[in-house]
Antibody, heavy 122, light 108 residues
Framework: LQLQESGPGLVRPSETLSLTCSVSGDSINSRNYYWAWIRQPPGKGLEWIGNFYYSGSTKYNSSLRSRVAISADTPNNQFSLKLHSLTAADTAVYYC???????????????WGQGTLVTVSS | SYVLTQPPSVSVAPGQTARITCGGN??????VHWYQQRPGQAPVVVIY???NRPSGIPERISGSNSGNTATLTITRVEAGDEADYYCQVWDGIGDHVIFGGGTKLTVL
């Protein structure tokens, strides 16, 4: 299984970030997993952004909920992240990842994509 | 919201045992997962569901979870174990995936 993020490396403040995660080796239609976005500001820790389930349901970090949307492109086995109204605080490495689902709950993350650095700057 | 607390750093000499803690309110009732992140790389799960090792992770790495503290233990520490380690749980009340702040393991 491999996940690969793609998208712009530089985005201007107040604009919208759009990232895509291409999944190979598994189907995002699987009922056994969630598909997640996680970010890491330079030199800092990990922050869960949100995740998508094949049924169409989504969950978001409450600190980002008003600005974020995760959606799926099932025919192409991809899922995407949109983050609006960007500020410098959104500068981070963005990872897409598979999140194991057990007893209808999120468990551990494996594997992770290699990550893509997004810089918010004018 | 649920908070996981890790020490910022742990230092240990080669061959010794490193213990990295992850504190949280009644964390013993939750499933805890641990990740290793080497510089410039994506995190990799080293322990899932408290004490389970994925294939390819050496037996030197183990996990435990009880009360208000989960612990990642690395015995016979090697230079290659130097990395950042993160714990993670699911907070059922807020329905959030939560990460600890991370611990930098330094091999002296």
């Amino acid at each position: 299984l491999q996940l690969q993020e793609s998208g712009p490396g530089l985005v201007r403040p107040s604009e919208t970030l759009s990232l895509t995660c291409s999944v190979s080796g598994d189907s995002i239609n699987s009922r056994n997993y969630y598909w997640a976005w996680i970010r890491q500001p330079p030199g800092k820790g990990l922050e869960w952004i949100g995740n998508f389930y094949y049924s169409g349901s989504t969950k978001y970090n409450s600190s980002l909920r008003s600005r974020v949307a995760i959606s799926a492109d099932t025919p192409n086995n991809q899922f995407s992240l949109k983050l609006h109204s960007l500020t410098a605080a959104d500068t981070a490495v963005y990872y897409c990842a598979r999140l194991f689902r057990i007893a209808s709950r999120p468990y551990w993350v494996d594997p992770w994509g290699q990550g893509t650095l997004v810089t918010v700057s004018s | 919201s649920y908070v996981l607390t890790q020490p910022p750093s742990v230092s240990v000499a080669p061959g010794q045992t490193a213990r990295i803690t992850c504190g949280g309110n009644s964390i013993g009732r939750k499933a805890v997962h641990w990740y290793q992140q080497r510089p410039g790389q994506a995190p990799v799960v080293v322990i899932y569901d408290d004490d389970n090792r994925p294939s390819g992770i050496p037996e030197r790495i183990s996990g435990s979870n009880s009360g208000n503290t989960a612990t990642l233990t690395i015995t016979r520490v090697e230079a290659g174990d130097e990395a950042d380690y993160y714990c993670q749980v699911w907070d059922g009340i807020g329905d959030h995936v939560i990460f600890g702040g991370g611990t930098k393991l330094t091999v002296l």
